[in-house]
């Protein structure tokens, strides 16, 4: 028994030296060839991402799991099914909100004042004028025209100057048209005899006339509007008029400036849009059907899916290579942050209990052996 007692101490003692010196000195004493993992800190993490990177993550490796994946059809299931949660929902309106608040659509101005002013040029002048004449003519205008004018005849007719100048003016054509006539002379006599009465029977006649035309059954008045109206239908098919619009038209439209224009424009898209998205049931009226509709279509069509999965793999497989180095360097990273002791204690709690178990086993073994050399020894004499 002293003998097993005695090889169980040395083994367990040894066992313990052994194990404790791969960690650490044995009781703070320096002793050679001891505390092996902080020594050799550097050459075990070099080991270790060599394993990493040629043996357990090589490129190959990874990318024959990448490809045995249906990485597209897996990401479709994911999307559907979190598209019923209320976080997802959440998070999908909060990216809308801030795409439409910060969607710039300066760079796209050029384009839009560019289509505007192709459009208006398209427009042919003979169907604009066309129709505006037919609308006008739908709304009245000619009659609104005829009464605009007459009120302004009228408002004329009204001065006393102006009457004063028609009187002058009707007397004056007698006078040129009367000389050397006898019944112009008597005419002229008479006129100078009842200038008033001339006058009060023009300012008469001229208050008679625009009564007239104020009236809906005027024939004076149909023929006036009338007049118009066939004014206004000839402009249709006047070609100088039309090519003089046309002329018009084209110069403005170069000439003019649609900056201020879309700047305005470009505000109300943007308000128009953000306020689209934060209306309560956006995704769920709007965006989450969109994305199913694309989903479902994208499931009934193998081929668009395989191209899919084929593109989001080779953009992976893009990514593996040109990033696969880092992995190692990622872990290196990692390792080098932590202190000796904090990989010590670290690598202690991970394999604790099989070091334990270590020692215990070596004072067993120990024990064992002390017994069977004790008992040769006794039998041998």
């Given amino acids: 028994m002293q003998?097993?007692?005695?090889?169980?101490?040395?083994?367990?003692?040894?066992?313990?030296?052994?194990?404790?010196?791969?960690?650490?000195?044995?009781?703070?004493?320096?002793?050679?060839?001891?505390?092996?993992?902080?020594?050799?800190?550097?050459?075990i993490i070099q080991t270790i991402l060599h394993v990493l990177e040629n043996e357990w993550l090589t490129k190959e490796s990874i990318v024959n799991k990448i490809n045995n994946i249906q990485i597209a059809q897996l990401l479709l299931?994911?999307?559907?099914?979190?598209?019923?949660?209320?976080?997802?929902?959440k998070q999908l309106q909060k990216a809308a909100i801030y795409l439409a608040s910060n969607f710039d659509l300066n760079p796209f101005m050029p384009q839009f004042?560019?289509?505007?002013?192709?459009?208006?040029?398209?427009?042919?002048?003979?169907?604009?004028?066309?129709?505006?004449?037919?609308?006008?003519?739908e709304n009245q205008m000619d009659e609104k025209l005829y009464t605009m004018t007459l009120k302004m005849v009228e408002s004329k007719l009204s001065d006393q100057n102006t009457k004063d100048e028609i009187t002058k003016m009707i007397t004056n054509a007698i006078d040129k048209n009367s000389e050397n006539k006898i019944f112009?002379?008597?005419?002229?006599?008479?006129?100078?005899?009842?200038?008033?009465?001339?006058?009060?029977?023009?300012?008469?006649t001229i208050t008679e006339f625009l009564e007239d035309l104020k009236r809906d059954t005027s024939e004076n008045r149909k023929k006036i509007i009338g007049f118009i109206q066939n004014e206004m239908e000839k402009v249709k098919n006047n070609e100088?008029?039309?090519?003089?619009?046309?002329?018009?038209?084209?110069?403005?439209?170069?000439?003019?400036?649609?900056?201020?224009?879309f700047e305005t424009l470009k505000n109300q898209i943007q308000n128009i849009l953000l306020e689209y998205v934060r209306q309560e049931n956006f995704i769920d009226d709007k965006l989450s059907p969109i994305i199913k509709k694309g989903i479902v279509k994208l499931k009934e069509h193998p081929t668009a899916l395989l191209r899919l999965d084929a593109w989001i793999k080779e953009e992976i497989l893009d990514i593996i290579e040109q990033n696969h180095q880092k992995i190692g360097q990622l872990v290196?990273?990692?390792?080098?942050?932590?202190t000796n002791d904090e990989i010590t204690?670290?690598?202690?709690?991970?394999?604790?209990?099989?070091?334990?178990?270590?020692?215990?086993?070596?004072?067993?073994?120990?024990?064992?052996?002390?017994?069977?050399?004790?008992?040769?020894?006794?039998?041998t004499g």
């Avoid at 052994?18 to 060839?33: D, G």
């Fill in 3 to 43: 003998g097993g007692f005695e090889a169980g101490l040395i083994g367990g003692l040894a066992d313990w030296f052994a194990v404790t010196a791969l960690f650490r000195h044995p009781l703070n004493i320096k002793i050679p060839h001891t505390a092996l993992l902080p020594k050799n800190r550097e050459r």
């Fill in 77 to 89: 299931d994911k999307i559907e099914t979190e598209l019923q949660s209320n976080e997802m929902k």
């Fill in 113 to 137: 004042e560019m289509c505007a002013k192709k459009l208006l040029s398209n427009i042919k002048t003979e169907y604009m004028i066309q129709k505006a004449i037919d609308k006008a003519l």
């Fill in 184 to 204: 112009g002379i008597a005419l002229k006599s008479l006129m100078s005899m009842a200038s008033g009465k001339v006058a009060e029977i023009i300012d008469v």
């Fill in 240 to 261: 100088s008029v039309l090519q003089q619009i046309d002329t018009l038209k084209q110069s403005t439209i170069n000439k003019y400036d649609m900056e201020p224009l």
């Fill in 332 to 338: 290196k990273d990692n390792l080098d942050k932590m």
């Fill in 345 to 379: 204690v670290l690598l202690e709690n991970k394999i604790g209990n099989d070091i334990s178990w270590i020692r215990v086993n070596g004072a067993l073994c120990g024990s064992l052996i002390g017994l069977a050399l004790t008992g040769i020894k006794l039998i």
